[in-house]
């Protein structure tokens, strides 16, 4: 018999792919992961992540399916991996993105390395997303997929890799929780960083960064402003910049070695062309170059590129967009697709304006 671990983390999406995994007729055991070293007085239910409330909801889960069920603290492993790397890609000038870091060293890889080790035939999570043979693929319920923030996988995790929402929609998630009488089966959904459980990300980071003050300029360098931290700022960020100006003004580049932030117009934030780094194929045999499909940002809408590659064992490629797209922040993942399969990606390290001949980091 498959003996499976599934990663249960209190929510319904979880707590039905543990079930549908029993269902299955696989030996499930349930795995609850402590991760983020919230203080008990500011955990508060529906934010953050493996709160008290939602280990416990994993607890009871496991227990109406019969399943064994455990906690492990990989707490250590996430600040190191997940937090720290927050606050330092912040601190660069860039904006990152911690679900997917989480899942390439955390949640997923790290997770089912350890299952692995451990006897375990296959790791399964609450994912969004689909895996057929051995490559990974968007989940049916296209505003629900979670493919964006899977594209670091490889043969050898896909292969080790059970998603049993893939065919599902989220209502249909539900209905399946509440027929089988899980309690987790109208529990609400979190939408914040995880580790910062108040949604204040700038107040966060100033806590752990401290005050930076500087200037905001224009393209020119003209000076328009202060601020307290370049962190506070992202490429295409429109709100809160603090200047006067006839023109609505968005920010261009986040320069941190200067405490500068550069703004200017919305048609300055077209950009044609990305270079990304740390890229991988989901079929661990590169990216192939030619014509595919990027998606810049977790929630952003798809553009059509060509694939350059870098030099051979440099893990960088260029994208060459077919229509400039707009306020792509480094830090980043660039996802690839062709149709619903997902090729791969990497994480933004430069740009090329669309204006301009030049890449900018």
Request: charged share 25%.
């Amino acid at each position: 018999m498959t003996q499976v671990l599934v990663a249960m983390s209190g929510g319904v999406d979880s707590s039905v792919a543990a079930a549908l995994a029993v269902e299955a007729g696989w030996d499930v055991t349930g795995v609850h992961l402590k991760l983020a070293d919230t203080p008990a007085h500011l955990q508060v239910q529906g934010k953050g992540c493996c709160t008290l409330a939602d280990a416990d909801d994993a607890r009871r889960v496991a227990g109406t399916l019969g399943i064994p069920f455990y906690v492990w603290d990989m707490a250590e492993e996430f600040q190191r991996a997940v937090v720290d790397d927050f606050a330092g890609e912040y601190a660069r000038g860039r904006t990152p993105n911690p679900c997917a870091r989480c899942n390439e060293r955390v949640k997923v890889v790290g997770l089912l390395a350890r299952a692995r080790a451990l006897g375990f035939d296959a790791l399964a999570t609450g994912h969004y997303a689909r895996v057929e043979e051995g490559r990974l693929y968007r989940a049916a319920d296209r505003a629900k997929d979670q493919s964006y923030v899977l594209y670091m996988l490889g043969p050898g995790e896909l292969d080790h890799l059970r998603l049993p929402l893939g065919r599902l929609t989220k209502p249909e998630v539900r209905a399946t929780a509440a027929r089988l009488g899980l309690r987790t089966a109208a529990k609400p959904e979190s939408f914040d960083v995880c580790f910062v459980p108040d949604g204040d990300t700038a107040g966060w980071l100033e806590r752990r960064l401290g005050r930076r003050p500087g200037q905001v300029v224009d393209a020119g360098g003209q000076v328009l402003g202060g601020h307290q931290g370049a962190y506070r700022y992202t490429v295409g960020q429109r709100r809160g910049l603090g200047v006067a100006a006839p023109t609505p003004r968005y920010v261009l580049r986040v320069e941190p070695a200067a405490a500068r932030v550069v703004v200017g117009d919305r048609s300055e934030l077209a950009v044609r062309s990305v270079e990304l780094e740390g890229a991988t194929a989901t079929d661990g045999r590169g990216l192939p170059p030619g014509p595919a499909r990027v998606r810049l940002r977790a929630h952003g809408q798809e553009a059509r590129c060509q694939v350059v590659p870098g030099p051979e064992r440099s893990g960088r490629v260029r994208l060459d967009l077919d229509e400039p797209a707009a306020a792509v922040a480094p830090g980043q993942a660039g996802v690839l697709y062709d149709g619903d399969l997902v090729l791969g990606g990497g994480t933004v390290a430069a740009t090329v304006p669309a204006a301009s001949a030049s890449p900018e980091a």
